[in-house]
């Protein structure tokens, strides 16, 4: 099973709770969330999840790299940093980022995506030293004021190839990118470029809550055709976890061991199966 | 002033009042709804806007073209053969069209865009017999789910294209559109193409409330560049209507005069001015 279990979707476990989650119900792998690594320290969280035999699929997140101010721009260095070190330590090869929205009171897109790009060729190389990729995560458009400038899988890849495969990849999340038209070649052309790296899913349901962010629901709960995703995706190339990462007050309170049982039967109906034909 | 106030904006008013208001206002132009319309009568209507001296910007709206079944797909054909009539009888040239979200149960992106070509083919020659051009506006991609399948301007392009320039172009809605990387380049072919039927104009702000649909604000509200959005729209060759259209229960609430004031000093500040420079 290439399953992965995000542990936002079980958002009220601590990272050792997660883990034992995952071991218990045979989930293979785990992505990781900062806060909570650093709730149970680093060192503590890594000999967890080595112990327990799981794969860490990416560690979220890196990102918000358009502050304008110097201090600004070198306290986002500086967190970066850490974030690749810590995911290096922590034993995966993927640091998903988030890269940021308009800094206060700017309305210019452009530059603020320019400098981004400044941003990550700055980290790129630590990036291939700490032997980490930054997988540029495209966010819903309705996110693009707040939380990030980059909106479809086109534009990350058109940042990503200005950089080493090795050292920046693309985040193919089905919430953020199923509605684009430019899907399936923008897919395509991600696997060709080698830079896929990561494939996450959940399920795209409405009316849309209070809290945007929040909206996310399990697979088959939603509008999104996974078959015709996850064939996109497998048909060019991508091997690795498919990591399920839902935020939602409701599934944040409803019993963990519950919640993984939803999302390994909704991974065999809608994911894996189809895609192992 | 090329300012037209689309009457949803002051949704509380019927259609004489809107028309009033824009008279004592010294708006030159208004976009009408079909619902008001109805409300008070095609003729009556047709004859108010005539009288008053107002230029009908466009017609809104035609669309929903994506029913499966063989009744609805009639009655989705028979709407839109009267609003295309309608608008020809209000002195319009130009209906607006939200193309429709996927059919209840459907999950199929790729046959629903289709079925709406297959629908505005059948529309097309009679828009041409009507005068009348089908607008098609990509809506954000958070409303492709329940209502519309066509989320960028690209795509709206490719669709258009596909039939005559005088019988079906696009709408250039900022708050639709705003975030998208390849914005420029798509009004720029929008604009060569002789295409762009429609710019209308709000703000995106934030928090988006609970109705996604109501979270439109008065322009220099929010996170959106209208002089550089403007500058685009009329660098591509566009001399029509700039629409506001404003979806906000606060400022429905608000008396229509002190909107159509605010709309008319946001206009001046923030889009005719700097276009005119």
């Known amino acids: 099973m290439r ?3 995000n542990q936002i979707t079980t958002k009220r476990w601590s990272l050792p709770e997660a883990v034992q989650g995952c071991v218990d119900a045979g989930i293979p792998a785990i992505g990781l969330w900062r806060d909570k ?12 999840v080595r112990d327990a035999g799981l794969a860490v699929s990416t560690l979220c997140r890196g990102g918000f790299l358009t502050p304008t101010d110097p201090e600004g721009r070198r306290a986002a260095l500086a967190e970066n940093l850490r974030a690749l070190e810590e995911a290096a330590e922590l034993g995966t090869d993927t640091l998903v980022m988030v890269v940021g929205g308009l800094p206060d009171g700017s309305r210019d897109l452009a530059d603020t995506r320019e400098r981004i790009a400044d941003k990550l060729g700055e980290l790129a190389p630590h990036a291939g030293d700490f032997g980490v990729r930054m997988a540029i995560e495209p966010l819903h458009p309705m996110f693009c004021a707040d939380r990030a400038v980059v909106s479809t899988l086109g534009q990350a890849l058109d940042l990503a190839e200005r950089f080493p495969a090795d050292q920046v990849g693309v985040v193919v999340d089905s919430y953020h990118l199923w509605w684009d038209p430019q899907l399936a070649t923008q897919i395509a052309r991600a696997g060709a470029a080698g830079r896929i790296a990561s494939y996450q899913v959940c399920d795209w349901t409405l009316p849309l809550p209070a809290d945007t962010l929040l909206g996310r629901g399990h697979v088959g709960d939603g509008h999104i055709d996974f078959h015709a995703l996850t064939a996109m995706v497998t048909e060019a190339g991508y091997t690795g976890w498919i990591e399920v990462e839902i935020f939602n007050e409701k ?11 939803t999302v390994i039967e909704r991974h065999l109906a809608h994911i894996e199966l189809r895609e192992t034909r």
Chains 1, 2 share one sequence.
């Open 37 to 48: 690594v650093a709730d149970t320290g680093l060192a503590e969280a890594a000999k967890l």
């Open 3 to 5: 399953l992965s279990l």
């Open 251 to 261: 599934i944040w309170n409803t019993p963990g061991e519950q919640t993984l049982q």
